[in-house]
């Protein structure tokens, strides 16, 4: 693909005149189709409706663009698109952008967004901007990142669009479910972003239409890629912060939700740039709501929309409202209340599923939100202290979070942590979540931890923020709970899970603020306020029907209760973080974690053992290996004796930081300890899980599979078959393992009589035989199931020969070592083979011995 700038000066320059003679043809070709309109339009006033004849405002024209003559500019574009380079394409768009007008441009605009973001039924994959990484394809990444910059060419042409007011259609089947239903019921949504845009259809149409400004219509194509779009399978392992989407998300964010400043930047720094975007002729939602839910909660009518007399002063930060609202819209707003209350039910089917990318993007959305809201001056971060004076930015950041995300984002995470599915990708939710509830990271003046690394405290800044989040922390720490309950702690990604969670909640002096704000919602109500009347007040607010209440606490306390039932209903049933459920939750949490670090222990110790009673030359692959496998309850065994330390590690912080938060006693969770049997017998084991015997065997008790679930105990597996005909392991060859299966099964055929007279003699040829012809410990094997034990016995095996062990990977890498280092004191492959099987012998003919005397010893 060829990059812009590379080639010769005068390559360049042809290029350059080839375009400009082919937008003078163009311009040609349009000025001939202009002067034919006022003929055709006499004659035919349908073909091209004029304004002077039909009289409608030029207004009404742009928000229609489909009824247009096609435009000769987007047929050449689109020419372009398959027949250039990416990076050539680029360079004409931009030059296109800058020199064409406003009128031409609108034209090309919903073609090119959707060229871009790709289409909102997912059939056109566009750029792929969520698979484009800088490391493996620099040059496109570094284009499509220019082009798409919040300074870039791309938001010119939004901005020139945006100066003449032209309205662009999209569907609203394409919005989240919440949305889509609630206006095709024709109630008007909660949402600002949604007032005077939706569009009936006309007479024989089809759908509804949102009406939408080019800067919208550009960030709900942007947002929405992110769900619509499908990775390709290729791209499945893909680093999501490295992806080109990811980066755009952040450099938007930083844009328009600025940390520094109370303006926004200027569109372009350069001489002569364009001037920054005009507001749009209808805001996007009244400056003087911010902190305000509507004081009624009855639905209104789509067709009631009303327009909107917004403060001038909040045509400064229109896109940043814009921005904020899009992104929370489609990538929170996919739950509502009604729809979280019906999910609660084990029949009811989900509506969306987010993915780990999602769930990473909006972790990103609200890190930056809540740097967003801490860059507040001191003197405006408290309410008393709000003057007229503030800027509208600052305004903003005050009202971003309690006003536009909370709500959603609550529903979102209550969905995530019900039905995310119990593995180790749960920890994208997770820290998408701890992200949210610690605005303090993410302050300007963070506090220096101290020399010995202790938790900071939590300062009494953040209480408020503590008290009108309360769900955030206690009801979804529940939520955790069972969770945690139901997985295998003994994999060290999930006790990292637990130890993140513990670590966050046992920070100094938070437990104590999620306490306060638990007592200010359970206080009895001096009066019950009506269900309209749950609301956030605004900082200058100071209503007669709040006169009467004690001033601070009772203020407090409102917020908190208003916060509780908008969240979950007037009619919730809340469960105490601290209270005695909860309480018994943790302690049976600690008391699975306990056990979780003896099971960690025990795996650790088996693995020692196995790998220590190992014979050496089973290593050349010359003696049986076990083939049975070892505990594939957790990623233990994968990982080695470093997963077990680190599992070990995180168990046991984890249990010191619930200790620490609900004041619990080492002699507490030793009682729980030996009153749920985690004590072991008298060898050193663990027990069997729990389970009464049947007329067939064991069967497992409720506490039993619990046990086997969670990892806490478990039956000692063992194959019982024909070791023969075990399925083929990963570190054998299939192929040569088929070939020597129906070699030695001839051969035990052929001589099968000769074989079992060697192995009856009583001598040391006999002793030889058996050593070898028959399965050792075939006889000592503890049959645990009945049935298993009928089958065996009906199955007898004779002595035979087996020849698998050649087929292993390690068995032919020993030999091929064998002769490489023979050959390095020049002993060629006969004599290194010869020297091999004597050796074999000589420790057969001891294994013999040892056999027999031990046989002899048991006697």
């Given at each position: 693909m060829d990059q812009p700038g590379c080639g010769s000066v005068r390559e360049q320059g042809r290029r350059d005149t080839a375009l400009s003679w082919k937008y003078s043809l163009f311009w040609c070709l349009w000025a001939s189709v202009l002067k034919l309109l006022p003929m055709q339009a006499s004659s035919k006033k349908e073909w091209f409706p004029q304004v002077a004849v039909f009289n409608v405002p030029q207004e009404a024209a742009m928000a229609f663009p489909h009824l247009q003559q096609p435009s000769f500019l987007l047929a050449s574009l689109k020419a372009d698109s398959v027949n250039k380079p990416f990076a050539q394409r680029c360079q004409d768009l931009a030059k296109v952008i800058e020199d064409f007008p406003a009128k031409e441009l609108h034209a090309i605009f919903p073609w090119l967004v959707e060229s871009i973001f790709g289409s909102l039924d997912g059939v056109l994959v566009g750029w792929n901007l969520r698979c484009l990484q800088g490391r493996v394809s620099p040059v496109e990444y570094s284009i499509a990142m220019e082009f798409l910059d919040p300074g870039g060419p791309m938001m010119k042409l939004v901005y020139k669009l945006q100066a003449e007011d032209y309205k662009f259609d999209f569907p609203v089947s394409y919005l989240p479910g919440p949305v889509k239903a609630s206006i095709q019921e024709r109630v008007l949504p909660d949402s600002p972003l949604y007032h005077n845009k939706v569009q009936f259809p006309p007479t024989g149409g089809l759908g509804l239409n949102l009406a939408l400004n080019p800067f919208e219509y550009y960030m709900f194509f942007f947002a929405l890629s992110l769900i619509t779009q499908k990775p390709l399978p290729g791209t499945l392992h893909i680093r999501t912060s490295d992806c080109a989407y990811f980066i755009l998300v952040d450099r938007y964010l930083s844009w328009f939700l600025p940390t520094e400043g109370s303006v926004l930047p200027a569109l372009s720094s350069s001489p002569g740039g364009p001037n920054p975007s005009p507001a749009p002729r209808t805001p996007t939602m009244p400056f003087a709501s911010y902190g305000l839910h509507h004081t009624s909660l009855l639905k209104r009518h789509i067709s009631h929309q009303t327009s909107v007399n917004a403060d001038p002063a909040s045509h400064e930060i229109w896109r940043s409202e814009t921005l904020l609202q899009v992104f929370v819209e489609m990538w929170l707003h996919h739950y509502s209340l009604e729809m979280y209350q019906k999910m609660q039910s084990p029949?009811?089917?989900?509506?969306?599923?987010?993915?780990?990318?999602?769930?990473?993007?909006?972790?990103?959305?609200?890190?930056?939100?809540?740097?967003?809201?801490?860059?507040?001056?001191?003197?405006?971060?408290?309410?008393?202290?709000?003057?007229?004076?503030?800027?509208?930015?600052?305004?903003?950041?005050?009202?971003?979070?309690?006003?536009?995300?909370?709500?959603?984002?609550?529903?979102?995470?209550?969905?995530?942590?019900?039905?995310?599915?119990?593995?180790?990708?749960?920890?994208?939710?997770?820290?998408?979540?701890?992200?949210?509830?610690?605005?303090?990271?993410?302050?300007?003046?963070?506090?220096?931890?101290?020399?010995?690394?202790?938790?900071?405290?939590?300062?009494?800044?953040?209480?408020?923020?503590?008290?009108?989040?309360?769900?955030?922390?206690?009801?979804?720490?529940?939520?955790?709970?069972?969770?945690?309950?139901?997985?295998?702690?003994?994999?060290?990604?999930?006790?990292?899970?637990?130890?993140?969670?513990?670590?966050?909640?046992?920070?100094?002096?938070?437990?104590?603020?999620?306490?306060?704000?638990?007592?200010?919602?359970?206080?009895?109500?001096?009066?019950?306020?009506?269900?309209?009347?749950?609301?956030?007040?605004?900082?200058?607010?100071?209503?007669?029907?709040?006169?009467?209440?004690?001033?601070?606490?009772?203020?407090?306390?409102?917020?908190?209760?208003?916060?509780?039932?908008?969240?979950?209903?007037?009619?919730?049933?809340?469960?105490?973080?601290?209270?005695?459920?909860?309480?018994?939750?943790?302690?049976?949490?600690?008391?699975?974690?306990?056990?979780?670090?003896?099971?960690?222990?025990?795996?650790?110790?088996?693995?020692?053992?196995?790998?220590?009673?190992?014979?050496?030359?089973?290593?050349?692959?010359?003696?049986?290996?076990?083939?049975?496998?070892?505990?594939?309850?957790?990623?233990?065994?994968?990982?080695?004796?470093?997963?077990?330390?680190?599992?070990?590690?995180?168990?046991?912080?984890?249990?010191?930081?619930?200790?620490?938060?609900?004041?619990?006693?080492?002699?507490?969770?030793?009682?729980?300890?030996?009153?749920?049997?985690?004590?072991?017998?008298?060898?050193?084991?663990?027990?069997?899980?729990?389970?009464?015997?049947?007329?067939?065997?064991?069967?497992?008790?409720?506490?039993?599979?619990?046990?086997?679930?969670?990892?806490?105990?478990?039956?000692?597996?063992?194959?019982?078959?024909?070791?023969?005909?075990?399925?083929?392991?990963?570190?054998?060859?299939?192929?040569?393992?088929?070939?020597?299966f129906r070699l030695s099964s001839a051969i035990n055929r052929r001589f099968a009589g000769p074989m079992a007279a060697l192995c009856s003699r009583a001598d040391f040829l006999g002793s030889f035989c058996r050593y070898h012809l028959t399965e050792p410990g075939l006889a000592d094997r503890h049959l645990l199931s009945p049935v298993a034990r009928g089958c065996a016995a009906r199955r007898p095996r004779g002595p035979r020969l087996s020849l698998r062990f050649l087929g292993s990977y390690r068995t032919l890498l020993s030999l091929l070592l064998a002769f490489f280092v023979a050959s390095l004191f020049c002993i060629g492959p006969l004599p290194c083979a010869l020297l091999l099987v004597l050796g074999y012998l000589l420790y057969a003919v001891a294994m013999t011995l040892l056999t027999e005397r031990s046989k002899l010893h048991h006697l």
């Open positions: 029949h009811a089917k989900e509506s969306f599923t987010p993915t780990e990318e999602h769930v990473l993007v909006v972790r990103l959305l609200l890190k930056h939100l809540h740097a967003f809201s801490n860059s507040l001056k001191p003197e405006q971060v408290s309410p008393s202290t709000h003057s007229h004076a503030t800027s509208p930015l600052e305004e903003f950041k005050r009202a971003a979070v309690p006003r536009f995300v909370q709500q959603k984002l609550y529903l979102f995470l209550q969905h995530c942590f019900g039905h995310w599915p119990l593995d180790a990708s749960f920890r994208a939710v997770l820290e998408m979540w701890l992200s949210y509830l610690q605005p303090w990271r993410y302050a300007p003046e963070k506090q220096a931890q101290s020399s010995d690394c202790q938790a900071r405290c939590v300062s009494e800044r953040w209480a408020p923020f503590v008290q009108e989040n309360l769900l955030m922390y206690t009801k979804l720490f529940v939520g955790f709970l069972s969770r945690a309950l139901r997985t295998d702690l003994v994999s060290p990604k999930n006790a990292l899970m637990v130890f993140r969670v513990a670590k966050v909640f046992a920070q100094p002096n938070l437990a104590e603020m999620i306490q306060k704000g638990e007592q200010l919602f359970l206080e009895p109500e001096l009066v019950i306020p009506h269900r309209q009347h749950r609301l956030f007040t605004a900082p200058t607010f100071t209503g007669s029907f709040l006169s009467s209440w004690p001033p601070a606490v009772t203020d407090a306390s409102f917020k908190v209760k208003s916060h509780v039932y908008s969240l979950e209903g007037q009619d919730c049933k809340y469960t105490p973080m601290f209270g005695p459920e909860v309480r018994t939750l943790v302690l049976r949490l600690a008391q699975l974690i306990t056990q979780a670090k003896q099971t960690a222990k025990s795996i650790s110790d088996q693995c020692g053992e196995s790998t220590a009673g190992r014979p050496f030359l089973s290593w050349l692959g010359f003696c049986s290996t076990d083939t049975n496998g070892s505990y594939a309850a957790n990623d233990l065994d994968e990982m080695g004796q470093d997963s077990v330390r680190k599992t070990d590690e995180y168990l046991e912080k984890a249990l010191e930081y619930l200790c620490q938060m609900f004041r619990l006693s080492e002699a507490q969770l030793t009682q729980l300890t030996l009153a749920l049997g985690t004590t072991q017998d008298e060898n050193g084991k663990k027990q069997l899980p729990d389970c009464v015997v049947g007329e067939d065997g064991l069967i497992l008790t409720p506490l039993g599979r619990y046990q086997i679930i969670n990892g806490l105990r478990r039956f000692d597996i063992e194959y019982q078959g024909d070791s023969e005909l075990q399925p083929i392991r990963s570190y054998e060859i299939a192929s040569l393992v088929r070939v020597l």
